[in-house]
């Protein structure tokens, strides 16, 4: 069984009956999930993902309130309650895993996160951990009379939509960053050009979890997400390992533009635009895609205060590792230190 159902079945087997026991006049109160890290959040745990810190566990809110009038003697009472094993599976009590937590809520979504406040603006929404974002609102609830959970796990379920957009052409962007890849195709320097291969891909792939609505999770699991993403997202996955793959530079050149070209489709035709123009052989790898048909329109459409934000501005997840832009006239340090100003205003 999954971790999901593994916790799902802790719930309503022992976490249950347990609240109904000692705390009955709480049990409408309570919301109770799985949800946070871990690989069976997301339902792609596997013999692999248990080799350590594995646990069906239990996740229990209570409004901030409630929770700071009974929150420490419900979880030590719920804990001494918990049998040392549930479905054959160990229920792990330590620092970095706990078979059960009671948390407040909202107050626990707004330190998951880091921040002090709900968003308000889209600036807000850029200073956020992608993959926290994914964390909260994957995962399974289990049980929510009141619907608080389900309203506050909706709330961030994914960016608004300008921030998507803006997004998007942060990832067309940064994508850019890999022109040096075309010196490397033609010095047949396959070495430089995995490198290159490996930055770039990154972003894709970013790219195709934004025109599917959808948070990407951490390296590990991206191409794993990618495979879900439907029609869009299993085409993508072929073209990515091709390009990682590639055995030439000439098979390294065009798998840069395979992805390039089904990106720029996806993009342009949702915005209703013309797609991208025909490729320009003599002009390289990227000097030869029409960039402009693509992040022209998607600028049109950001609100002012996102416009002309750098482009190095970005979630921190997102941002993934910074391009060292010390060959392009800049700093490196420079880059990093306008990323993280922002981010802590």
């Not at 918990?82 to 937590?101: D, I, K, M, Y």
């Not at 098979?251 to 013309?274: I, K, N, Q, Y």
């Amino acid at each position: 069984m999954k971790g999901i159902g593994l916790s799902e079945s802790l719930f309503s087997e022992v976490v249950r009956p347990l609240l109904q026991r000692l705390f009955p006049e709480l049990l409408d109160n309570i919301s109770a999930a799985i949800l946070g890290d871990g690989s069976e959040v997301l339902g792609y745990d596997d013999e692999i993902s248990r080799d350590h810190n594995f646990s069906p566990r239990v996740v229990l809110f209570f409004e901030d309130e409630t929770f700071d009038r009974v929150g420490s003697a419900v979880a030590e009472q719920l804990k001494s309650g918990l049998p040392g094993r549930h479905a054959g599976v160990e229920l792990l009590e330590h620092g970095g895993r706990s078979a059960l937590q009671v948390l407040p809520l909202p107050r626990h979504f707004l330190e998951y996160l880091g921040v002090a406040a709900m968003p308000a603006t889209p600036l807000d929404w850029l200073k956020y951990d992608e993959q926290r974002l994914l964390e909260l609102t994957a995962g399974r609830v289990f049980h929510d009379p009141s619907g608080r959970l389900a309203e506050l796990r909706q709330r961030f379920g994914f960016f608004p939509e300008q921030v998507r957009l803006y997004l998007l052409r942060l990832a067309f962007v940064r994508m850019s960053e890999c022109a040096g890849a075309e010196r490397a195709v033609r010095r047949k320097d396959l070495v430089a050009l995995r490198l290159y291969a490996g930055h770039f891909s990154y972003f894709a792939i970013k790219a195709a979890h934004l025109l599917e609505r959808r948070y990407c999770p951490y390296h590990k699991w991206m191409a794993r997400s990618l495979q879900g993403l439907g029609e869009t997202g299993r085409k993508m996955h072929e073209l990515v390992a091709a390009l990682l793959s590639a055995a030439t530079p000439e098979a390294a050149r065009t798998g840069f533009l395979d992805v390039l070209e089904l990106l720029g489709a996806r993009v342009t035709d949702e915005l209703g635009v013309s797609r991208p123009g025909p490729h320009d052989p003599e002009g390289g790898v990227f000097l030869g895609f029409d960039w402009s048909a693509v992040t022209g329109p998607l600028k049109d459409r950001l609100p002012e205060e996102l416009k002309d934000l750098s482009p190095v501005i970005s979630p921190p997840r997102f941002l993934g590792f910074v391009f060292d832009y010390t060959g392009y006239d800049a700093r490196y340090e420079d880059m990093l230190a306008a990323n993280l100003g922002f981010l802590r205003e």
